[in-house]
């Protein structure tokens, strides 16, 4: 019996011995390999370090598979024909599937990644792609968060439907477009909601650190992404959702779902998004929807109705009363703007203002708005002013409103007005460089003259 134990015990001293002697192995390996990589030392002596880690030491450390996508990703890059590229992408999916296997709480997104390596690499089928995509927005959503992944999601079943592959049918579209562009809102609430902590700190006088510099710049990036997606789907929806087909379409439904509030708010949104508000069905959509249960949306398209019937006093009462009941700041800012823009836009400018800075006050990161207020200012230019260099010093103010957006529009807009304002040559002329302005019309602001 003695013996027996000796054995055993000398078997689990080897075995243990073994193990350790292993994980040493894979950690010197690592360290060497880890070396390599932060050193962006990409080459074929470090990839055949990740293969080893990859074969030998598969679940020792999930940053062989962190650098190990940096490293095939630059071989993908610097693939010399279409099948060395091939191989490349089907060994970046390859690390991605050996890294849920080994790693699966950490390997997140992955089904996105392995799809977008595809798409934009020109490799694999559309089929393929969009089954990847489609997996990862029906099991993984939460981390389906790449605005180009999500458009191209979309976009391979609008050439789907159009080719008229699986099946697919025009409530189906409507589906999926309703589907994505919630995931989108989603996204784009989350970083507008970070970036308002931040230009709100901003606003209060306090500095941001480097570290928060840096994300309000990835914020604004990443707005402007969600922002262009959405225009992109937008743009592919509308050439096959016309007034004409949506409204017989939508039209044959009513009676069926107009106790249907998530229908009614669906329908109604569609319409006024490709313009069909001035149909009656738009108005009877709305009505059974506010009477079914009202809230800041149904208020709100019943707005849109009355101001399609051009009754401005009653679109005004709606959109108010959207706004008080809108609990979503985003929405709420949206509402002002809707207001700001096409209640009163330039025949009151004032009031125009007014309703552009609630949104702001809202919702710090809604851009739209200083450009907005910008334009205002711009088209004031021969309003304001005593004389032509003061009329055109305006262009100043309208470029430092746009930059507040903080987007690649805002930027765009202030890079026009600054071209329109006085010129260096005129500044020199008129000797008053460094100089204040007063606009003693609406616009009741002043602004400094640049120095030479």
């Excluded at 055949?48 to 962190?66: G, N, T, V």
């Excluded at 800012?333 to 009031?351: D, E, P």
Aim: glycine share 4%.
């Amino acid at each position: 019996m003695k013996t027996k134990v000796i054995i055993l015990f000398a078997f689990i001293l080897v075995t243990f011995n073994g193990f350790a002697q292993s994980a040493a192995n894979c950690a010197e390996k690592l360290s060497i390999f880890a070396e390599m990589a932060k050193t962006k030392n990409y080459g074929e002596e470090t990839y055949k370090h990740l293969q080893e880690l990859r074969k030998d030491c598969p679940s020792f450390s999930e940053a062989i598979y962190i650098y190990g996508e940096r490293i095939i990703n630059s071989r993908i890059d610097n693939a010399k024909t279409p099948a060395d590229k091939e191989k490349e992408v089907r060994d970046f999916i390859k690390l991605q599937d050996e890294f849920k296997t080994n790693f699966p709480a950490k390997a997140k997104g992955i089904e996105v990644k392995k799809a977008m390596v595809l798409f934009e690499n020109n490799s694999g089928t559309s089929d393929e792609v969009y089954q990847l995509l489609d997996s990862a927005f029906k099991n993984d959503k939460d981390n389906f968060s790449n605005p180009k992944a999500l458009y191209v999601y979309f976009e391979i079943y609008v050439n789907d439907f159009e080719a008229n592959k699986n099946g697919i049918k025009l409530q189906d579209l409507f589906n999926k477009y309703d589907q994505v562009s919630d995931k989108i809102d989603e996204e784009e609430k989350g970083v507008s909601d970070a970036l308002d902590v931040l230009l709100q700190k901003e606003e209060s006088g306090t500095e941001l650190t480097d570290k928060e510099k840096r994300a309000k710049e990835n914020h604004q990036i990443n707005l402007d992404a969600f922002e262009t997606i959405h225009s992109s789907m937008d743009a592919k929806i509308a050439q096959l959702a016309t007034c004409e087909r949506l409204i017989p379409f939508l039209g044959a439904s009513f009676e069926e779902k107009k106790g249907d509030a998530e229908w009614l708010k669906r329908a109604a949104d569609r319409l006024d998004k490709k313009g069909c508000s001035s149909d009656p069905l738009f108005s009877k959509i709305s009505d059974a929807l506010h009477s079914l249960n009202p809230t800041a949306e149904s208020a709100y398209n019943l707005g849109v109705s009355f101001y399609t019937k051009k009754n401005t006093a009653k679109a005004l009462e709606y959109f108010n009363q959207s706004a008080e009941l809108q609990k979503d700041n985003t929405k709420k800012a949206n509402v002002y703007y809707t207001i700001s823009r096409n209640i009163y836009g330039n025949g009151n400018k004032v009031q125009a203002r007014a309703y552009a800075e609630k949104a702001l006050a809202t919702k710090p990161s809604f851009g739209e708005a200083h450009v907005y207020i910008a334009q205002l200012y711009a088209n004031s230019a021969n309003d304001c002013g005593n004389d032509p260099f003061e009329k055109r010093a305006i262009y100043w103010l309208a470029a430092q409103t746009a930059r507040k957006a903080g987007t690649a529009s805002g930027n765009a807009a202030a890079s026009s007005y600054d071209k329109l304002a006085p010129s260096k040559q005129e500044i020199f002329n008129s000797g008053r460089a460094g100089q204040s302005i007063c606009f003693k019309c609406w616009v009741g602001k002043c602004v400094t003259v640049p120095n030479l």
